[in-house]
């Protein structure tokens, strides 16, 4: 790992750190998930992931926002967070797999699984790679583009080379893909 991208990681990992705890106290409101994120019950990824549970767990779930980063979950209280600036400026496809990636997150902090196991790095943490892997089988099944899904899986600080890595993990075939 080179030194600006093990930089780049100890950023992110301050910041995600940050984001779950110390910030979220400038959360002011949560709102219930329902209302924001309209037919996702009826979803059927989403049916996939809970089930005939689907209906109860989206009702209970509640949203916070926050003013920075994309999306998450709060793993004391198992909300939702979102960034209302990424839900107004962010790509529709973007914000649809990242509402599945998350609620695969929450269906495993249900589970009482640890959703940031400090022992892995991000790319290789199973709670990633099982929530990457979700999204991507929808991306795949919505249409998208192997070349898009690889932009969509891109996140700012991460190199090309540890997104293969991503990649190579998720283990979605994307020839397949237009
Ligand atoms: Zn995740």
């Not at 009826?42 to 109860?56: D, Y």
């Not at 929808?138 to 997104?163: C, N």
Request: with cysteine; aromatic share 12%.
């Amino acid at each position: 790992m080179s030194g600006i991208e093990y930089f780049a990681m100890r950023m992110f990992r301050v910041l995600s750190k940050l984001r779950l705890t110390g910030l979220l106290r400038l959360v002011a409101e949560t709102v219930p998930f329902m209302k924001y994120f309209k037919g996702f019950e009826k979803n059927q990824a989403v049916r996939g992931i809970f089930g005939g549970e689907t209906e109860g767990v989206l009702r209970n779930l509640k949203v916070g926002f926050t003013w920075f980063g994309y999306m998450g979950v709060d793993d004391r209280n198992g909300h939702l967070m979102v960034n209302k600036r990424y839900l107004s400026s962010g790509s529709k496809e973007d914000i649809y797999l990242d509402v599945i990636h998350e609620l695969c997150h929450i269906k495993q902090h249900m589970e009482g699984r640890d959703l940031f196991d400090p022992r892995y790095d991000y790319v290789d943490r199973p709670t990633e790679i099982e929530a990457y892997r979700y999204a991507v089988r929808e991306a795949k099944r919505i249409g998208l583009t192997a070349e898009k899904i690889r932009q969509y899986l891109k996140t700012d600080w991460m190199s090309t080379e540890v997104l293969d890595r991503l990649i190579r993990n998720i283990d979605v075939n994307l020839e397949e893909c237009q």
